[in-house]
């Protein structure tokens, strides 16, 4: 199918918006209103272009297949199932892996050892403290989910499915890291990724951010207290996304996080009926690349449209972030996130800078410290 071969990452939203709860905070649920009928579950057909389509184009020995929604688990184990034998008629001897993130509602015995038997790793939406999971995270009549979502825990950790969890820092837990944390522990989740909400209030010209986001040094607090409380003792033990990803960056490599990257657009994703977009935080009109039955996704991700869309977070930096001194590390963080107006200049600036510049700085030293151990081969 396509002419020629490309490195990038495709998730696919197989359930589109449509979800089994409906938290306030969710950037996705607005796509009921762009989509209208447009968009179901995804069908077969495209289940298989899908799946033969991005093994096909991806250059890699290794092909990742990342399962989001809204909630994937509304298309029943049967869909996952048939993705499963896709994936192995169209391997071509190509190791597959397959990671689902859920809010945990659906999950039972079934699901369970059918992600154990497939080697699924499973990311468990949940935000740590029941208070704080149960102001947002609310089922469709109102009712909180956190037990539920618990009890998904406990039995993937019975079928030892391997699993992480997806923490939403907001405006009720921004300034409570540590308790998060060690919730988290608590609930035996040892994978941590702890993701900033900010939205605006579309209506509003002056791009002021919605109740629910968090403070523009809160994330940055967030992070250093659990930061604070990981190096006590769970280096080694604990992986959180973040702490890897800036490691990885003081050893010299580049952020495996598209967030930190200088450049973006190699991260895509396709909704249900395999229309593909720039990035899953872009699935507007605008940002429409073209549809999985009908071109390549190697095409596609090196078309001028999708380059270019990459390049404008490097191209479009604010005068502050070209004179920053993160720079290096940073790299203006993502651009959905800028939002923020500065004098003398149309280019606006990251909502999350004083969270960003707070962590890398307050980290440094101790990410020194880890970088330079592992650069002598001592333990951890």
Known sequence: MPTSKAYFHLMAKPSSYHCNIKCEYCFYLEKEHIFQHKTEFMSDDVLKHYIQNYIDSHAGEQIDFAWQGGEPTLLG???FKQAVKYQ??????????????????????QWAEFFKVNHFLIGISIDGLSAIHNKYRIS?????????????????????VDFNTLTVVNDQNWNKGKETYLALKELGSTFMQFIPVVEINRRDEHYSVTDFSVKSDGYGRFLVDVFNEWIKQDIGKIFVIEFDNLLGQWLGYPSNNCVHRETCGRTMVVESNGDVYSCDHYVYPKHY????????????????????????????????CKSCELRPICHGGCPKHRIVKLPNTPILHNYLCPSYQ???????????????RIRQGNSL
């Not at 009712?143 to 998904?152: G, H, L």
Request: aromatic share 8%.
């Open 289 to 320: 690349i073209g549809n999985l039955t009908q071109q390549s996704l190697s095409n596609m991700v090196n078309s001028k449209q999708q380059i270019s869309f990459g390049m404008e977070k490097k191209t479009k930096l604010s005068p502050l």
């Open 140 to 160: 469709v009549n109102g009712k909180p989910t956190f037990e539920r979502v618990k009890s998904a825990v406990e039995l993937l950790n019975e079928f030892q």
């Open 358 to 372: 707070l962590f890398f700085r307050e980290s440094a030293v101790k990410m020194r410290e880890i970088a330079q």
């Open 88 to 109: 192995k008629q169209f391997s071509k001897g190509k190791k597959i892996t397959n990671s689902f993130q859920t809010n945990g509602i659906a999950i039972n015995r």
């Open 77 to 79: 184990i049967d869909f």
